[in-house]
């Protein structure tokens, strides 16, 4: 795997992230995005203006809502391990509140899979990807979510 590069926000810019909020604005990045040489969907390491560690994003440098934080621990983040703990979040929620047969599984942002969501009417499922980086993740989250008991079809 290649090592992340690592993007500083403008000052003051961290005070949403700090208060639970996932989005990185493409105007509270420090420099040029456009002339970063990142890629949609590319993880990248988030700093604040003094340079402490905030955590994992990905990013699409062409778009408005340029970053989306995934978790704040990025030592030995792993992709595979971070959206397989996330979807089983959602679904042992929707297990306990009695919706995992019909209706929403996952809800982007609320469950922490900012760019997901996930429809389930019976045995099928209605998979909406709407960010870059969870458009990178399709390959897994289709294999994730095909263990899903009593799923015939996505």
Known sequence: MSERRTLRLKREADRRLRMGHLW???NEIEGKLGQLGLQP?????????????????????????AARLLGADSQ????QRWLAGRIEAAL??????????????????????????????????????????????????QALLQQVAGVEAM
């Open 24 to 26: 990185v604005y493409a």
């Open 41 to 65: 969907g590319q993880l990248v390491d988030l700093e604040t203006a003094q340079g402490r560690a905030l955590g994992v994003a990905y990013v699409n440098p062409n778009v408005l809502i």
């Open 76 to 79: 030995g983040f792993d992709p």
């Open 92 to 141: 042992a929620l929707r297990r306990r509140i009695g919706t995992l047969q019909y209706g929403r599984l996952i809800f982007g942002e609320s469950d922490g899979l900012p760019g997901l969501v996930v429809d389930r009417y019976g045995p099928v499922l209605s998979v909406q990807i709407g960010t870059a980086g969870m458009e990178a993740l399709r390959p897994q989250i």
